[in-house]
Nanobody, 118 residues
Framework: QVQLVESGGGLVQPGGSLRLSCVASGTTLRISEMGWYRQPPGKERELVVLDTPSSTNYADSAKGRFTMSSDGAKKTCSLQMNSLNPEDTGTYYC?????????????WGQGTQVTVSS
């Protein structure tokens, strides 16, 4: 069974930084994609960044401020978020896609809350 555990959310002032981390369990999971999504209050879940074997794609709102690091072999990824503003407030989710016991599936973490406020 695959589980994702996220950490690192919290309350930060505008202009501040946070680093989110995600660890996936499941020793036979072979990861092909890792990414971060967020759901602002009252809005739909949206892509922040997606890391695939060929490229790393950031949402326009994240470019220049957020940096994703990932290690598929270690099944970990992180999201360094700088110059945060109140529009970055929301629940952040880690998503991992890959082959597990012969089936290609996607898995989501439980979410971690990020609040940007003075």
């Amino acid at each position: 069974q695959v589980q994702l555990v996220e950490s690192g959310g919290g309350l930060v002032q505008p202009g501040g930084s946070l680093r989110l981390s995600c660890v996936a369990s499941g020793t036979t999971l072979r990861i092909s994609e890792m990414g971060w999504y967020r759901q602002p209050p009252g809005k739909e879940r949206e892509l922040v960044v997606l890391d695939t074997p060929s490229s790393t794609n950031y949402a326009d709102s994240a470019k220049g401020r957020f940096t994703m690091s990932s290690d598929g072999a270690k099944k970990t990824c992180s999201l360094q978020m700088n110059s945060l503003n109140p529009e970055d407030t929301g629940t952040y989710y880690c998503k991992v896609s890959g082959l597990y016991e012969g089936t290609y599936s996607s898995y989501w973490g439980q979410g971690t809350q990020v609040t940007v406020s003075s």
